[in-house]
Nanobody, 125 residues
Framework: QVQLVESGGGLVQAGGSLRLSCAAS????????MAWFRQAPGKEREFVAD????????YYADSVKGRFTISRDNAKNTVYLQMNSLTAEDTAVYYC??????????????????WGQGTQVTVSS
């Protein structure tokens, strides 16, 4: 059974940093694009960043570009999200996601086959 377990969320002051981790178990995901999404209170879930399975190229939402960095360690079956210069607008539940095998882009969410349970990030201003 596949499980995605996020960790690293919490409360941080504006301008601070957090590093989220998502450890996958049950199978390996070296042939899957992995991504982070987030959902703020009263808003729809939105794409944050992804890392493509074949060459580890990355893509970011404009709102986080230059502040967030996604990375992956295939040996550990883990994807990370380093978040710097956090603002109150980054407050949300963050979800890791795994795309369909050999699919490059999962930014719409339509090709996500597994979701993590979410980890809360709260940025105080």
């Amino acid at each position: 059974q596949v499980q995605l377990v996020e960790s690293g969320g919490g409360l941080v002051q504006a301008g601070g940093s957090l590093r989220l981790s998502c450890a996958a178990s049950g199978r390996t995901f070296s042939a899957n694009t992995m991504a982070w999404f987030r959902q703020a209170p009263g808003k729809e879930r939105e794409f944050v960043a992804d890392i493509i399975w074949n060459d580890s190229s990355t893509y970011y939402a404009d709102s986080v570009k230059g502040r967030f960095t996604i990375s992956r360690d295939n040996a550990k079956n883990t994807v990370y999200l380093q978040m710097n210069s956090l603002t109150a607008e980054d407050t949300a539940v963050y979800y890791c996601a795994v795309g369909r095998t050999y699919t490059y882009y999962v930014r719409s969410g339509h090709d996500v086959i597994y979701w993590g349970q979410g980890t809360q990030v709260t940025v105080s201003s």
